[in-house]
């Protein structure tokens, strides 16, 4: 089989992939509208989709469950994005929002919006009654993003100026991680019960509290971010023979390093802001892309933004199925089923000897 054969039949392959993804997101889409902790049937969830039915039902369907949908699939996609980017930019195959300290710092952000300026010292009072007066999503979405960027400006300041290896990159990550989890607890420890209870509960990861109004906010960050990361698909390309390699095809590796950590930081934290921590999403996604369909990130970024779709619909849908009546919240079920494929790349040989 000469080269072109070859090349051909890796294109069919990456085709039938990405269109089967593709069925696959739609499909889990349906199944998820109609799956859910209201007991409603499915002749129920009909009539609620097309304005027939009685007013829950509308609105369970129309206000609650399609904005949830929606919201998956942007987060699902944004989240994994995040994860492929980081981890071509810092040539760490376990580099993500989750291991990279960017999700706690974001986490410790908009505990600081809700607690200090928003949950219980200066705007409630103390009554819960007033709590949903005084909370601004937008402040919270803000400081969210302040603090990851913070965050993965100090890494990208240790992979570049210290040269530090890609192993230790990640593990300054998770002490990074640690401090602004161990900050998070601190901010805890004196809210007061109001700003405490808004602060855990926004902590889980819940697609439930999505709205039109966000999905569009996430949306827009997601596509300006996507369509960025496509235009310069060739430049993650080079940066995978090494950064001296990309030099020498001309790529300026500080700008798109920089620009490019900075609009995956600005998704995780909007994603963040709006659902709540979710992890293991953007680390997940990317490898299975990577490996159906290699690492031309002309094929595998798509790839990865519909795994990432894929995994979170899938994961939403377990979680109200199995909530017995109320929906768990979406992060644990992301967690579990991402820890263990976390673990099996720790101790797998392949991705040892490539770190």
């Given at each position: 089989m000469d080269h072109l054969q070859v090349l051909k039949k890796q294109k069919t392959k990456n085709h039938l992939v990405m269109i089967l993804t593709a069925v696959a997101v739609v499909v889990m889409a349906v199944v998820c509208l109609f799956v859910g902790s209201s007991g409603m049937s499915l002749?129920?969830?009909?009539?609620?989709?097309?304005?027939?039915?009685?007013?829950?039902?509308?609105?369970?369907?129309?206000?609650?469950?399609?904005?949830?949908?929606?919201?998956?699939?942007?987060?699902?996609?944004?989240?994994?994005?995040?994860?492929?980017?980081?981890?071509?930019?810092?040539?760490?195959?376990?580099?993500?929002?989750?291991?990279?300290g960017v999700s706690n710092a974001a986490v410790f952000g908009a505990n600081l919006s809700i607690i200090a300026f928003s949950g219980g010292f200066l705007s409630t009072g103390g009554n819960v009654n007033n709590y949903g007066v005084g909370i601004s999503p937008y402040a919270t979405g803000l400081m969210a993003f302040v603090f990851a960027m913070a965050s993965v400006l100090l890494i990208l300041g240790l992979c570049t100026t210290r040269g530090f290896s890609p192993n230790v990159v990640v593990l300054s990550g998770i002490a990074m991680g640690a401090v602004w989890t161990a900050a998070t607890t601190f901010l805890q420890y004196y809210a007061t019960d109001v700003g405490l209870s808004a602060a855990v509960v926004w902590s889980f990861g819940d697609l439930g509290r999505a709205t039109y109004t966000t999905d569009w906010i996430m949306l827009a960050v997601v596509a300006a971010g996507f369509v960025y990361f496509i235009c310069m698909s060739w430049r993650y390309?080079?940066?995978?023979?090494?950064?001296?390699?990309?030099?020498?095809?001309?790529?300026?590796?500080e700008i798109l390093r920089f620009v490019s950590l900075l609009l995956a930081s600005m998704i995780t934290a909007v994603c963040i802001s709006v659902l709540g921590a979710i992890g293991f999403v953007g680390?997940?996604?990317?490898?299975?892309?990577?490996?159906?369909?290699?690492?031309?990130?002309?094929?595998?970024?798509?790839?990865?933004?519909?795994?990432?779709?894929?995994?979170?619909?899938t994961a939403d849908t377990l979680a109200r199925s199995l909530g017995s009546g109320s929906a768990l919240p979406v992060g644990a079920v992301t967690s579990l089923l991402g820890a263990p494929f976390f673990i099996a790349i720790i101790f797998s040989r392949k991705e040892n000897r490539r770190c």
């Amino acid at each position: 089989m000469d080269h072109l054969q070859v090349l051909k039949k890796q294109k069919t392959k990456n085709h039938l992939v990405m269109i089967l993804t593709a069925v696959a997101v739609v499909v889990m889409a349906v199944v998820c509208l109609f799956v859910g902790s209201s007991g409603m049937s499915l002749s129920d969830a009909l009539a609620g989709l097309f304005g027939k039915g009685t007013a829950a039902q509308v609105r369970i369907i129309r206000n609650i469950r399609i904005p949830r949908i929606l919201a998956a699939i942007i987060a699902g996609a944004g989240l994994s994005l995040s994860g492929h980017i980081m981890q071509t930019t810092l040539n760490n195959t376990m580099a993500a929002p989750s291991t990279l300290g960017v999700s706690n710092a974001a986490v410790f952000g908009a505990n600081l919006s809700i607690i200090a300026f928003s949950g219980g010292f200066l705007s409630t009072g103390g009554n819960v009654n007033n709590y949903g007066v005084g909370i601004s999503p937008y402040a919270t979405g803000l400081m969210a993003f302040v603090f990851a960027m913070a965050s993965v400006l100090l890494i990208l300041g240790l992979c570049t100026t210290r040269g530090f290896s890609p192993n230790v990159v990640v593990l300054s990550g998770i002490a990074m991680g640690a401090v602004w989890t161990a900050a998070t607890t601190f901010l805890q420890y004196y809210a007061t019960d109001v700003g405490l209870s808004a602060a855990v509960v926004w902590s889980f990861g819940d697609l439930g509290r999505a709205t039109y109004t966000t999905d569009w906010i996430m949306l827009a960050v997601v596509a300006a971010g996507f369509v960025y990361f496509i235009c310069m698909s060739w430049r993650y390309n080079a940066l995978l023979s090494g950064e001296a390699a990309a030099k020498t095809m001309g790529v300026n590796v500080e700008i798109l390093r920089f620009v490019s950590l900075l609009l995956a930081s600005m998704i995780t934290a909007v994603c963040i802001s709006v659902l709540g921590a979710i992890g293991f999403v953007g680390i997940i996604c990317p490898h299975v892309a990577k490996k159906l369909l290699g690492q031309d990130h002309r094929v595998s970024l798509p790839a990865s933004a519909l795994m990432g779709s894929l995994l979170l619909l899938t994961a939403d849908t377990l979680a109200r199925s199995l909530g017995s009546g109320s929906a768990l919240p979406v992060g644990a079920v992301t967690s579990l089923l991402g820890a263990p494929f976390f673990i099996a790349i720790i101790f797998s040989r392949k991705e040892n000897r490539r770190c």
